[in-house]
C-alpha cells in the first residue's frame, strides 16, 4: 500500500522557534512536496523536491525551508516560527513519468503559532 | 500553466440524494491528466481517480462516476445515493504530462445530512 507518513499530527509552537515537520514515503518516489492549506485559499506549494538534495521553491517558500538528505526523507523547517504559519501541512509524493503522475498525500500536520 | 474552477463552493444534501461536484479547468497542452481528491474531516487528501487526456470515456465506481468532456474542458464528479460519509471536501486538480506538481483550488464542500 502507498504510505506517505508525517512524523507530528498536531502541533503547538511559539512564535520565534524553529519547527521541523518530517515527511517519510516507502513508494521510492522521486517527487517529494510540501503544500499547505488555509481556509478558502485551497492548497498552495511551499516547496517540492525532484530528487535528493533537489529542491525547487514553490508558490509560497517565503519563511520556510526544506532538507531532503534521503530518497524517502522531506523536511519542512520554518526557522522562525510566526502566527501567520499556523496552517494545515501536507506532505506528499509521486513518481516519475506518466505513470508515475499520481500524488499521495500524508494525513496532515496541524501547526499552530501562539 | 493548469488553473482548475470549482464554482460550488459547499453543497448540503440529504442522504440518498445523488449530489455532482462541477470541475472545469483551463489549460494549453495536448496531453494531460485530471485528478480528484477526497479529503474528509481527518485531513488527509484521499486518491479518487486519474484521468488522461486521451480517454473520455465516463468511468463508475461503485456510487461514484465521472464524466470527462474535453470539448467544455469539464470533469464532473457524481455521487449516487449520498451517504454521510461522503461529506469531505472535493478536489478537483489538473496535471500537465511534464508537470511537477498539482494545481489545487478551494475544493468544494460537501455535506450529506442524515
Known amino acids: 500500500d502507498v504510505k506517505v507518513t508525517q512524523s507530528s499530527r498536531y502541533l503547538v509552537k511559539r512564535t520565534g522557534e524553529k519547527v521541523f515537520l518530517e515527511c517519510v514515503q516507502d513508494?521510492?518516489?522521486?517527487?517529494m512536496f510540501w503544500y499547505r492549506q488555509d481556509p478558502g485559499l485551497g492548497l498552495r506549494l511551499i516547496y517540492f523536491?525532484?530528487?535528493?538534495?533537489?529542491?525547487e521553491k514553490g508558490d509560497i517558500p517565503e519563511g520556510y525551508s526544506v532538507s531532503r538528505e534521503k530518497k524517502e526523507r522531506f523536511s519542512l523547517i520554518l526557522e522562525s516560527a510566526s502566527t501567520n504559519q499556523t496552517s494545515m501541512y501536507l506532505c506528499?509524493?509521486?513518481?516519475?513519468?506518466?505513470?508515475?503522475?499520481?500524488?499521495?498525500f500524508g494525513e496532515g500536520s496541524w501547526l499552530t503559532v501562539v | 500553466a493548469q488553473k482548475v474552477t470549482q464554482a460550488q463552493t459547499e453543497i448540503s444534501v440529504v442522504e440518498k440524494e445523488d449530489v455532482t461536484l462541477d470541475c472545469v479547468y483551463e489549460t494549453r497542452d495536448t496531453t494531460y491528466y485530471l485528478f480528484w481528491y477526497k479529503q474528509p474531516p481527518s485531513g488527509e487528501l484521499v486518491f479518487l481517480i486519474r484521468r488522461n487526456s486521451f480517454d473520455e470515456q465516463n468511468e463508475i465506481s461503485g456510487r461514484y462516476s465521472w464524466n470527462f468532456q474535453k470539448s467544455t474542458s469539464s470533469f464532473n464528479f457524481t455521487i449516487t445515493a449520498s451517504q454521510v460519509v461522503d461529506s469531505a471536501v472535493y478536489f478537483c486538480a489538473p496535471l500537465n504530462n511534464y508537470g511537477q506538481n498539482f494545481v489545487f483550488g478551494p475544493g468544494t464542500r460537501l455535506s450529506v445530512l442524515p
Open positions: 513508494m521510492d518516489h522521486e517527487n
Open positions: 506528499a509524493s509521486k513518481g516519475r513519468g506518466p505513470s508515475g503522475n499520481t500524488i499521495y
Open positions: 523536491s525532484y530528487d535528493v538534495k533537489m529542491k
